[in-house]
């Protein structure tokens, strides 16, 4: 079930080098918010602590409140594997497991965690995860067939249903479509937006465009300066963004004057 992710005075650090300073940022459930903002502004580190991955840099931590609902996800006495599940990750370069079948993929979230499926549950899994994941008709009738087989944009629908299949409330995507074909590209937005139905969804991307297709909400992300870390400037409806900025860095960027 979709779930309502809040950041209070966050904070990412890599080692002693303060990377994303102070986000407070509320993202409402059901709803697909975009991270926007020029390279080494902070996009990824910070999606990457919304489910504890960031801290698996070595060196890596991050300081302050991450509320799923009401549950501080980033408390030192929280399961990290826990909050994973609960918050899925789909990456920028589609990460099947290539010699594993299409089926495996699918359920692999459910073999690394030793948990033991009935034939019945395990088929019934996989065809919910990789019909929302819009694959279904393309590869029902070859489930066996390994995953690296499959195109790039197949590739990643399919990782798109392994993370769908453990049931998350939230969606983090890095650049999902950034090595993918326009065609694939238009695939993945289509899915993006029907994903919100029932999750919370986050995507970075370069692509402002793409940014203003499927975003409800959009947050704009800079560098105060070389050297210092980045923040979130703005952060409003996507039309908002796009057309009125409040802030003059939300302008120069979405105007095309840096970045
Ligand atoms: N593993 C790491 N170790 C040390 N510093 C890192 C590491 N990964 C990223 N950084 C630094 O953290 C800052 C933010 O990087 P990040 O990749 O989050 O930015 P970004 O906005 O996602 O950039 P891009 O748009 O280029 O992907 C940068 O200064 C970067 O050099």
Redesign the pocket.
């Given at each position: 079930m979709a779930k309502r992710i809040q950041t209070i005075d966050l904070n990412?650090y890599?080692?002693d080098?303060l990377?994303?300073k102070d986000v407070n940022i509320e993202i409402e459930p059901q709803s697909v918010t975009a991270?926007i903002?020029?390279?080494?502004?902070?996009?990824?580190?910070?999606?990457?602590t919304l489910n504890r991955m960031h801290e698996v840099?070595p060196?890596?931590r991050a300081e302050g409140q991450i509320l799923l609902d009401d549950e501080d996800i980033n408390a030192p006495t929280v399961d990290p594997v826990r909050v994973r599940s609960t918050v899925g990750m789909v990456f920028q370069r589609p990460n099947p497991f290539p010699t594993m079948s299409i089926r495996e993929n699918v359920l692999a979230g459910y073999q690394l965690n030793g948990i033991r499926l009935a034939k019945s549950d395990s088929d019934a899994i996989l065809e919910r995860s990789l019909t929302g994941a819009n694959l279904w008709d393309e590869v029902k009738d070859r489930l066996d067939r390994p995953g690296g087989g499959l195109s790039g944009g197949q590739q990643q629908r399919l990782c798109i249903a392994r993370t769908i299949a453990i049931e998350p409330d939230v969606i983090l995507m890095?650049?999902p479509a950034s090595a993918l074909d326009p065609i694939s590209t238009l695939a993945i937005e289509d899915l993006i937006h029907e994903l919100k139905q029932d999750y919370t969804v986050v995507i970075?991307t370069?692509n402002m465009q793409q940014a203003a297709r499927v975003a409800d909400k959009t947050a704009f992300?800079n560098?105060q300066a070389i050297g210092e870390?980045?923040g979130l400037i703005e952060y409003d409806d996507t039309t908002t963004i796009f057309n009125n900025p409040a802030n003059e860095q939300t302008e120069a960027y979405i105007s095309g004057r840096f970045g």
């Open positions: 990412c890599y080692g080098f990377a994303v991270f903002g020029p390279s080494g502004c902070g996009k990824t580190t910070f999606l990457r840099t060196g890596a890095d650049e970075v370069h992300f560098l870390p980045g």
